[in-house]
């Protein structure tokens, strides 16, 4: 018997009463995600990054998962916004909770339907919440002894998925999918970006020439 899921995505909108949170609270965070900083985020190599033999997936959510499989397994987020910037087709989905007697935001970032992304940040801690933090993963990923606790660290497993945990103004893990499907098409969006952009620029060089 197919079973039928208990709640409905609702469309966009910022205002909707569903959403409590306000808005501003979130803009810091949306507003960094331009098309050029995600394709960075998902191209960059890095340094010499442990490798786990365990399979890398925030929550236990398997990359390329849709946007109704997270909301079936998490719930319903606490904020959500798509196409940003200049970047289309792209939705988060932001969690608000608590972990560790901390304050708590996760995200859940998708291209075309394909989670490719997430950022769990810890808004407030200390210093034993980092390193109970850097030892739950330490642990779960199996990292031996001499894997030493650092202000960033990385690792990744034989899909190429990667996950870092950073110490900044918040304390970070991000997850980052070793799919080759995301990249594609942020770099077709880049190439149509491009065109636009040439052909703009020969229309104005073409005016000018008409004027002069």
Same mark, same amino acid.
């Given at each position: 018997?197919?079973?039928?899921?208990?709640?409905?995505?609702?469309?966009?909108?910022r205002y909707s009463?569903?959403?409590q949170e306000r808005e501003s609270f979130y803009r810091?965070?949306?507003?960094?995600?331009?098309?050029?900083?995600?394709?960075?985020?998902?191209?960059?190599?890095?340094?010499?990054?442990?490798?786990?033999?365990?399979?890398?997936?925030?929550?236990?959510?398997?990359?390329?998962?849709?946007?109704?499989?997270? /909301?079936?397994?998490?719930?319903?987020?606490?904020?959500?916004?798509?196409? /940003?910037?200049?970047?289309?087709?792209?939705? /988060?989905?932001?969690?608000?909770?608590?972990?560790?007697?901390?304050?708590?935001? /996760?995200?859940?970032?998708?291209?075309?339907?394909?989670?490719?992304?997430?950022q769990l940040s810890f808004l407030s801690f200390t210093e034993k919440t980092n390193n109970t933090l850097f030892n739950s993963v330490r642990s779960k990923y199996e990292c031996p002894a001499s894997y030493a606790q650092q202000d960033k660290a990385f690792m990744t497993d034989i899909c190429g998925n990667k996950l870092i945990i950073e110490k900044g103004v918040y304390l970070t893990v991000s997850y980052i999918t070793g799919d080759n499907y995301p990249r594609t098409l942020m770099e077709d969006q880049i190439r149509q970006r491009n065109e636009l952009f040439s052909k703009a620029d020969n229309y104005e060089i073409d005016r000018l020439s008409k004027i002069l």
């Open positions: 018997m197919k079973q039928t899921l208990q709640y409905r995505m609702l469309p966009y909108n009463a569903f959403y810091s965070f949306i507003n960094q995600y331009y098309l050029d900083f995600a394709h960075n985020l998902i191209t960059q190599d890095h340094y010499d990054p442990y490798l786990t033999k365990t399979l890398i997936s925030p929550h236990d959510i398997q990359f390329g998962s849709s946007i109704r499989k997270v /909301i079936w397994k998490i719930g319903m987020p606490s904020f959500q916004v798509k196409d /940003i910037n200049d970047f289309k087709d792209h939705k /988060i989905l932001f969690y608000r909770t608590k972990l560790l007697r901390q304050k708590v935001l /996760i995200q859940f970032h998708f291209i075309n339907g394909f989670f490719y992304y997430s």
